[in-house]
Every structure is written in C-alpha cells, then in structure tokens.
C-alpha cells in the first residue's frame, strides 16, 4: 500500500488539536487502510519552543519521544543557535527549494516562527530517505511547511497541507506567510468558511482545497456514569455536600485566542446570579491566565478546578473524559479554531456548547440548535449565556442532543479518515499518470 510522511509540527505530548488530527489519521489509516505512514517532526512541545530554547521540548529519555500509541516517531532537535542570516544561506543553497521561487520574506518570515529543523532537511537530501508516494504536512505558519515543500520538489510527489487557518486573527494575513500556501497540491480545510477565505486571500481555484472537517472518537465519551470503568470527576474533585452543585468546562490552551481569559473575567458576574457552580478549566496554562486568576481568587463562593498536561496521563486521560461527561455545558469562546475538536468532544458526551461567533466557529456551531455564540471577548454576553442554559435546563438538554446527534452521524474519525484515503489515492494516482 502506499507509503506517506507526516510533517507536523509537533507531536504528542504536544497537546493541540492539529497534533491530535495526525495522530488519529496516522493510527486509522494505518490499521485500517494499511497505509505506511512515517511520522518526522520537531522535539518542541509548547509554542515558545518552536523559536525559543527556553521553550519546553520532550526529552530523549520521555517515554513518548520515539513512540506514541506504537507509532515510531522521529524527533529532531530544533537549531536555535543559528542567526537569521545563516538559515537563509543554508535553505537557498538547497536546489528543490530554489525552484520553489519562494520569496526572501517569505522564508525570513517561516524561519522566525520556526521550528528550523535543518538536520532533518539534511536527512531527507540523501535519496535513501526519500520513497513516500505522498507528504501531508500541517500546522500553518510554521517552517515545517517549507520543509514539505522542498522534499516534494525533491521526490516529484504531491504535497497536502491542512493549515487550520485562523482567519479571524490578524497574525495569520501576512501576505508573505499566505503566498506559500499557494505551493501546495491541496489544501485541506475544516470548514466552507475556511476554504471560502483561502480562495479569496490566496486567489486559487476551488478545486485547490478540500472540505474534510474534524473528528471524534464517540465511543470514548459516550460511557455510561453509572458503569464501573468510569472516573467520577465530581466524586473526586467536589466537596462531599456540594456533588449537585453545576459545572461549566472549558479545554484547551488557557489564553486570550481561546477565550480562556474572557471566562475568567466572567466568572464574577455569573456568581452573582448562579453562585452553586464550579469551573473547570484543563489545558496548559499562561502567565496571562494565571494573572487574571489571581484577580478573583479571593471571590466568595468561587470554586476553580484548574489542570494542566502535568495533571493528566494523555489527550484521554478518565480525568478529562468524565469532565465532558459530568459538565453541565462546555465553554470555548475562541477566535483561534479552525474548527475546535474540542467542541465535538462535548457533543459526543451529550453537552451544549458555547462558542464565539467568529471566524469558523459559527459554522461549526449552530446557533440555538446544538449551542450558542457569543461576541469574542465579550465577558458579559459570555456570563449571560452561561447563566441562561443553566436555568433552562429543558434547552440545555435539547442542545446537547442535537451535538451528539451531529457527531454521531458525521463527524467520527472513521468517517475523516475515509475521506482522506479517498484523497490521498486520488493524488497518488494523479501523480503516478503524469
């Protein structure tokens, strides 16, 4: 069967769901389609590590560092003591990428953001270590998509990246960062949002990019809370006379793009109206996050659950599975998701969400169907949508029900994976009638 490299950026314990996309598609696709798939990628494992050696990286010793879930994994330590200048000479000494006629501000603006993995260019120069049939590569806009970029040149095979494009944050509009997705065979986007926003900003044909959306393993949190297999989270974490008291979950990074900070800002105003709730937030934290939390720390009747990666034992951990199952409703105001796995992980366990209505999300969400928007950044709108599910309960249910309905017939990971295979064969044999 055919045999594909995968270019992410990061790889787990990186926690994010371009990495969790890879992950999944890589072990299903494996199993089931009997593909190949060699997985490269930096040792980084939060964002400040992709250009700053102060940064986290994954040791050598970890026992995730040359194998997650029995995939070998293959991690290159990122160079950080080269200047500018000299990653410049390096990369346009390369042929493939001279035929790129990729722009000098182009690869200055890639090599800032990271990670420059020049050993592993060096690697994939050498012809023995250059037979895939394919490369996919995510996430954008990280140096990594260069790399995929040159080993297509190199090999004469068709390159995919699924860029998770932000739209809605300014960062990611930088005419020099967007001229290179330009380069790829196919662009797979998440949502019609995305790909509509990608013709327009990339002025490319519409058969240049794929609609395949995000994915769920719905059995995981479809568990029955009366079973014994099951962590009870409230049991645990709640005080013995406070087990009926609400819950409100957030998860993912805890920063201002994901709407972490504007929860917090919200959590006064909801106390006020609805004082027998708990928040839990789970994700990596930032001194931003952690700031804001010591603003409210000393609220009566503020009641903070607050884990990190360090807290958990992987991207399902029970502690994380019963958070979703337990959760009265599941709060991620973010302008920074191409889609937001997170979102269809609550759905699967049953639980309306809250998102906010920018970027991709209003597609991903249906509002007053399966959950609510609100406007970014807006604690108060934010306060009161959270208040209002939890004294509507018959609502509240009747949202979740539709999530779980959606996820159920459309947005398993079999289901993803499916439409992947069709494209990766697709270009394959594209490729192999040239």
């Given at each position: 069967?055919?045999?594909?490299?995968?270019?992410?950026?990061?790889?787990?314990?990186a926690?994010?769901?371009?990495?969790?996309?890879?992950?999944?598609?890589?072990?299903?696709?494996?199993?089931?389609?009997?593909?190949?798939?060699?997985?490269?990628?930096?040792?980084?494992?939060?964002?400040?590590?992709?250009?700053?050696?102060?940064?986290?990286?994954?040791?050598?010793?970890?026992k995730?560092?040359?194998?997650?879930?029995?995939?070998?994994?293959?991690?290159?330590?990122?160079?950080?003591?080269?200047?500018?200048?000299?990653?410049?000479?390096?990369?346009?000494?390369?042929?493939?990428?001279?035929?790129?006629?990729?722009?000098?501000?182009s690869?200055?603006?890639?090599?800032?953001?990271?990670?420059?993995?020049?050993?592993?260019?060096?690697?994939?120069?050498?012809?023995?270590?250059?037979?895939?049939d394919?490369?996919?590569t995510?996430?954008?806009?990280?140096?990594?998509?260069?790399?995929?970029?040159?080993?297509?040149?190199?090999?004469?095979?068709?390159?995919?990246?699924?860029?998770?494009?932000?739209?809605?944050?300014?960062?990611?509009?930088?005419?020099?960062?967007?001229?290179?997705?330009?380069?790829?065979d196919?662009?797979?986007?998440?949502?019609?949002?995305?790909?509509?926003?990608?013709?327009?900003?990339?002025?490319?044909?519409?058969?240049?990019?794929?609609?395949i959306?995000?994915?769920?393993?719905?059995?995981?949190?479809?568990?029955?809370?009366?079973?014994t297999?099951?962590?009870?989270?409230?049991?645990?974490?709640?005080k013995?006379?406070?087990?009926?008291?609400?819950?409100?979950?957030?998860?993912?990074?805890?920063?201002?793009?994901?709407?972490?900070?504007?929860?917090?800002?919200?959590?006064?105003?909801?106390?006020?109206?609805?004082?027998?709730?708990?928040?839990?937030?789970?994700?990596p934290s930032?001194?931003?996050?952690?700031?804001e939390?010591?603003?409210?720390?000393?609220?009566?009747?503020?009641?903070?659950?607050?884990?990190?990666?360090?807290?958990?034992?992987?991207?399902?951990?029970?502690?994380?599975?019963?958070?979703?199952?337990?959760?009265?409703?599941?709060?991620?105001?973010?302008?920074?998701?191409?889609?937001?796995?997170?979102?269809?992980?609550?759905?699967?366990?049953?639980?309306?969400?809250?998102?906010?209505?920018?970027?991709?999300?209003?597609e991903?969400?249906?509002?007053?169907?399966?959950?609510?928007?609100?406007?970014?950044?807006?604690?108060?709108?934010?306060?009161?949508?959270?208040?209002?599910?939890?004294?509507?309960?018959?609502?509240?249910?009747?949202?979740?029900?539709?999530?779980?309905?959606?996820?159920?017939?459309?947005?398993?990971?079999?289901?993803?994976?499916?439409?992947t295979?069709?494209?990766?064969?697709?270009?394959?044999?594209?490729?192999?009638?040239?």
């Open positions: 069967m055919s045999k594909i490299l995968y270019l992410p950026t990061r790889y787990y314990p926690i994010s769901g371009a990495e969790f996309y890879f992950q999944r598609m890589a072990e299903i696709l494996i199993s089931k389609y009997k593909y190949t798939i060699d997985i490269f990628t930096s040792d980084g494992i939060d964002f400040k590590s992709l250009r700053d050696s102060k940064g986290k990286v994954i040791k050598s010793n970890d995730y560092f040359n194998n997650v879930n029995n995939l070998s994994i293959n991690r290159y330590s990122i160079n950080y003591n080269n200047s500018l200048n000299d990653k410049i000479k390096k990369i346009k000494k390369i042929p493939a990428y001279r035929i790129l006629d990729i722009s000098d501000d690869l200055k603006a890639y090599l800032k953001n990271g990670p420059y993995l020049y050993d592993l260019i060096n690697f994939f120069l050498n012809s023995k270590n250059q037979n895939y394919l490369i996919h995510t996430f954008y806009p990280y140096f990594n998509l260069i790399i995929s970029l040159i080993l297509g040149k190199l090999t004469y095979k068709p390159t995919i990246c699924t860029p998770f494009f932000h739209f809605s944050n300014p960062r990611y509009l930088n005419s020099d960062l967007l001229s290179v997705l330009k380069k790829f196919k662009l797979i986007a998440c949502t019609n949002l995305e790909k509509r926003k990608l013709i327009t900003l990339l002025e490319i044909p519409n058969s240049s990019i794929e609609v959306p995000m994915g769920v393993d719905y059995e995981k949190f479809n568990i029955n809370p009366n079973s297999e099951f962590y009870n989270f409230k049991q645990k974490f709640f013995p006379n406070e087990k009926k008291f609400k819950m409100v979950l957030f998860c993912g990074y805890k920063n201002y793009e994901k709407g972490a900070i504007s929860i917090l800002k919200a959590i006064p105003f909801i106390i006020k109206k609805y004082s027998k709730i708990y928040f839990v937030f789970i994700g930032t001194t931003a996050f952690n700031m939390l010591s603003k409210i720390q000393k609220m009566k009747n503020l009641r903070i659950i607050n884990f990190t990666p360090d807290n958990l034992t992987g991207y399902y951990d029970k502690k994380k599975i019963a958070a979703f199952i337990e959760t009265d409703l599941y709060v991620m105001p973010s302008r920074s998701d191409a889609f937001g796995i997170a979102f269809l992980e609550a759905w699967a366990s049953g639980k309306p969400v809250i998102g906010a209505n920018i970027g991709a999300t209003p991903v969400i249906r509002n007053n169907i399966d959950g609510l928007l609100v406007e970014f950044d807006n604690h108060i709108d934010i306060a009161e949508k959270i208040i209002y599910l939890l004294k509507k309960k018959r609502i509240k249910n009747a949202l979740g029900s539709q999530g779980k309905k959606k996820v159920f017939e459309s947005h398993k990971w079999d289901a993803i994976a499916k439409k295979n069709e494209l990766y064969q697709k270009l394959i044999i594209s490729n192999e009638l040239k």
